[in-house]
């Protein structure tokens, strides 16, 4: 990844645009994908057709917002923030990064094996044969990767507000929609 560098003072209107439309897709995402399993049959597959759509829409904007970042250093970090802080931001953040990919993935071969359909964009379904064992591998995976994006942004979204409301730095201003820093 590119190395942050002292020379940008803002991510581009772009990161940003991404930051908060991945932010907002996941966090509808993580809260309701607990209900998915607990629906009727027609609900069930109906809402799968939403999540699935959203969870692959997830995988391709993370990988436009890779090929982004790579391109695009992110602005430095604070110089007085005391080294275990960036060193804990850097691994969150690239924590999330993997994570974020690992997700849609673990969705996508659950569906590969269900024994219901999950047909995103209602394009078909994404189905090889059914297949208990392999599903429940990828069910696993995915529920306990869900739970790790859980764990990172309960790092996340309050070393953001602190930066803000405590440190009164330009962290999150940097990253907000309309904000001048
Ligand atoms: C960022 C993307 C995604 C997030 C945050 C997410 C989140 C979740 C969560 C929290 C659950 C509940 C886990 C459980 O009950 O154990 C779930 C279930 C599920 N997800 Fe996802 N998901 C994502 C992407 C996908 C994709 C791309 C697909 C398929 C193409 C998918 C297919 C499924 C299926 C089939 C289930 C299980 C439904 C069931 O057991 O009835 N997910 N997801
Ligand atoms: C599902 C929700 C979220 C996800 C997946 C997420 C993910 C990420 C990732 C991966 C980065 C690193 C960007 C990069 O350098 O390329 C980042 C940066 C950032 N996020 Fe989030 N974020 C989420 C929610 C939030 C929320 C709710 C806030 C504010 C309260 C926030 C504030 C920030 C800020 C301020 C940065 C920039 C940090 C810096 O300048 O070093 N994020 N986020």
């Given at each position: 990844m590119s190395q942050d560098t002292g020379t940008v003072r803002a991510y581009t209107g772009t990161a940003k645009a991404l930051h908060w439309l991945i932010a907002l897709l996941v966090l509808v995402m993580l809260i309701f994908g607990w209900t998915l399993g607990d629906l009727p049959e027609k609900e069930h597959i109906e809402t799968l057709v939403i999540h699935s759509s959203l969870g692959v829409s997830v995988l391709i904007l993370m990988t436009a917002r890779l090929a982004w970042r790579l391109t695009h250093p992110a602005p430095a970090l604070?110089?007085?923030?005391?080294r275990w802080q960036v060193v804990l931001s850097k691994a969150v953040h690239h924590s999330l990064y993997l994570f974020l990919f690992l997700q849609p993935i673990w969705g996508i071969g659950q569906s590969l094996f269900a024994g219901f359909p999950v047909s995103p964009f209602g394009l078909g379904p994404l189905q090889i044969e059914e297949n208990e064992q392999l599903f429940g591998i990828f069910h696993t995976a995915h529920a306990v990767n869900a739970m790790i994006l859980i764990a990172l942004l309960v790092l996340h979204i309050p070393a953001a507000l602190y930066h803000h409301f405590?440190?009164?730095?330009?962290v999150l201003r940097r990253m907000l929609p309309f904000a001048k820093v």
């Open positions: 604070p110089a007085d923030l005391p405590i440190r009164k730095d330009v």
